[in-house]
C-alpha cells in the first residue's frame, strides 16, 4: 500500500493527513518532498496526522527525523497526531517519542503551537 | 519437526526485493500458527534485516545479490539474510537512542532487529559480505 497524502490549513496551522505505509522507497520520499513543499510555501506550523499510517520502518522513522530537524532549522514545528499503536511502539523502542510531540485530538494538536 | 518449513531465495538488491521479502515471512508465520503481533515483528525484522543488506550491504548493486534463508519449526522462526557488500562491525554502529543520534536520520535498523527478534547474530562471511542471523522463539499464538 503507497502512501497518499492530503494537505489542509486549519486556524494556521497545516495539517497533513497520510494514509499508507511510510518505508524505504517512494514512500519515505513523498514525506520528504511534501514537507520540503510546505517549507518552501512558508509553513511555520504542520500537523502530521498519521491516522491512516499503520506501518512505518526505520526509513521511514528517519524521514519524520529528517522532516523534524529540516523544519525546525527553519524556524518551523512538526507535531505528530493520532500516532497509530504498532507505529507508537517504535517510537518507544527508538526513544523517538522524547523528541516528537504526539497528540491525539486535532484541536488540541492545533492549540498547542 | 512435524511443521517445519523451509525457504530459501536468491534477491535481487531492489526494494522490491524488501517488501516481497517482508510479505513472504509474514505469509510462512501465518501458515505456522503464529499470531498478528508475532507476524508482524518477524516481517519488520526481516524488512530491517532485508533492507540493510540491500540498501547498506550490496548498495542497490543490481549485480549483487541477497541470500534469504528461512526455516520454522515448533521452537522457532529463523531467518539467515546474507549480502555481498563491504561488511561492517556491528560495535561501530552508535546506539541511535543516545544523546544527539536520536536525530540521525539512519542507524535504527538493527535496534528494531533486536527489539522483534529474541537472538540476532552478525557476522561476516568467508569471502565478502555480511550475514545475518534472526532467531524468535515463542509459543504460536500467545500474545
Redesign the interface.
Known amino acids: 500500500m503507497s502512501l497518499s497524502t492530503e494537505v489542509r490549513e486549519y486556524s494556521g496551522v497545516t495539517i497533513v493527513d497520510m494514509t499508507g505505509r511510510i518505508t524505504l522507497g517512494e514512500e519515505s520520499g513523498h514525506v520528504r518532498d511534501t514537507v520540503r513543499g510546505l517549507l518552501d510555501g512558508g509553513a511555520t506550523k504542520i500537523v502530521l496526522n498519521l491516522a491512516g499510517v499503520t506501518y512505518i520502518d526505520s526509513s521511514g522513522l528517519g524521514e519524520l527525523v529528517s522532516a523534524y530537524t529540516t523544519s525546525r532549522n527553519q524556524g518551523c514545528e512538526i507535531k505528530l497526531l493520532n500516532v497509530q499503536a504498532k507505529v507508537q511502539d517504535l517510537l518507544q523502542i527508538t526513544k523517538l517519542h522524547t523528541v516528537f510531540h504526539c497528540l491525539t485530538d486535532e484541536t488540541e494538536a492545533v492549540t498547542s503551537f | 519437526m512435524t511443521d517445519c518449513r523451509k525457504l530459501r531465495l536468491s534477491l535481487e538488491s531492489t526494494?522490491d526485493s524488501?517488501?516481497a521479502a517482508e510479505l513472504i515471512v509474514q505469509r510462512l508465520a501465518e501458515l505456522n500458527g503464529f499470531n498478528e503481533d508475532q507476524v508482524?515483528q518477524i516481517g519488520?525484522g526481516v524488512?530491517?534485516t532485508v533492507?540493510n543488506a540491500v540498501?547498506h550491504g550490496n548498495a542497490f548493486n543490481l549485480a549483487k545479490r541477497v541470500s534469504f534463508d528461512a526455516a520454522v519449526d515448533e521452537a522457532a522462526f529463523e531467518v539467515t539474510v546474507t549480502d555481498q557488500g563491504a561488511g561492517f562491525e556491528p560495535e561501530d554502529v552508535a546506539d541511535?537512542?543516545e544523546g544527539d543520534n536520536?536525530?540521525?536520520?539512519?542507524g535504527?535498523?538493527l535496534?528494531?532487529m533486536k527489539?522483534f527478534f529474541d537472538e540476532v547474530e552478525v557476522g561476516r562471511c568467508a569471502g565478502t559480505g555480511t550475514r545475518v542471523r534472526l532467531v524468535k522463539y515463542c509459543a504460536k499464538g500467545a500474545s
Request: glycine share 4%; with cysteine.
Open positions: 526494494v524488501i517488501d508482524h519488520m524488512r530491517e533492507a540498501k541511535p537512542c536520536l536525530l540521525r536520520a539512519s535504527r535498523g535496534l528494531m527489539a
